[in-house]
């Protein structure tokens, strides 16, 4: 079945480069995506990359993906104490003709001033 | 815009009430979705709709019942809730179903 794994925990001191990674199981998956949900809020798209491309950045975030080996990473530059989120890696199965989402654990991202 | 908009915030129900949790949006979209959210557990999917008068199971619907009069509301019903449907419940609507959905702020639901 489909299953997204996410590590659990990341910490950074503010100012440096975070790298949060994630390996996903279905290769008919054609988006995928980034979520980041703050303490007591929902989930806010961050970025999302389609299954053909290799990399794609917008400001400080960069996401990789490596087709082959079904893993994708989000790098956030310069990272700042309010990034301190919860990082949602999610993929979309079925080639998308469901519409419907496949979710990782997360990755909490704490930023050290 | 409001977005999706979800009510209530917070909800305590005793074992066995039912009770409905709403979620709007203003969107104009087809694609609507409510997951839950338990610590360890990530997001599951409990139902989800394509579009009015469509709709249908995710990885957990047990205990969940959903109806798509209209584009705009997708509620979801507990029809006798257990302590083990205690969660943060996310409502979450896409135009597109490929360019990610938006979601709703939540309810935090306890069963006692």
């Known amino acids: 079945g489909e299953d997204v794994e996410q590590s659990l925990f990341l910490s950074v001191r503010e100012g440096d480069s975070s790298v949060i990674n994630c390996t996903y199981t279905?290769?008919?998956?054609?988006?995928l995506y980034w979520y980041k949900q703050e303490p007591g809020a929902g989930l806010q798209l961050l970025t999302y990359?389609?299954?053909?491309?290799d990399m794609k950045q917008d400001q400080r975030l960069t996401v990789l993906l490596n087709k082959k080996d079904k893993h994708l990473s989000l790098r956030i530059a310069d990272t700042q104490t309010g990034d301190s989120a919860i990082y949602f890696c999610?993929?979309?199965?079925?080639?998308?003709?469901?519409?419907?989402?496949?979710f990782g654990k997360g990755t909490k991202l704490s930023v050290k001033p | 815009n409001a977005g999706v908009t979800q009510t209530p915030k917070f909800q305590v129900l005793k074992t066995g009430q039912s009770m409905t949790l709403q979620c709007a949006q203003d969107?104009?979209?087809?694609?609507m979705s409510w997951y839950r959210q338990d610590p360890g557990m990530g997001l599951r999917l409990i139902h989800y709709?394509?579009?009015?008068?469509?709709?249908d199971q995710g990885e957990v619907p047990n205990g969940y019942n959903v109806s798509r009069s209209t584009t705009e509301d997708f509620p979801l019903r507990l029809l006798s809730a257990a302590p083990s449907q205690t969660s943060v419940y996310f409502c979450?609507?896409?135009?597109?179903?490929?360019?990610?959905?938006?979601f709703g702020s939540g309810t935090r639901l306890t069963v006692v």
């Open positions: 979450a609507s896409s135009a597109d179903r490929n360019y990610g959905y938006t």
């Open positions: 279905d290769s008919s998956s054609t988006y």
């Open positions: 990359i389609f299954s053909n491309m």
């Open positions: 999610a993929e979309n199965p079925y080639g998308g003709s469901q519409g419907n989402l496949i």
């Open positions: 969107m104009n979209h087809e694609y």
């Open positions: 709709s394509v579009g009015a008068g469509i709709t």
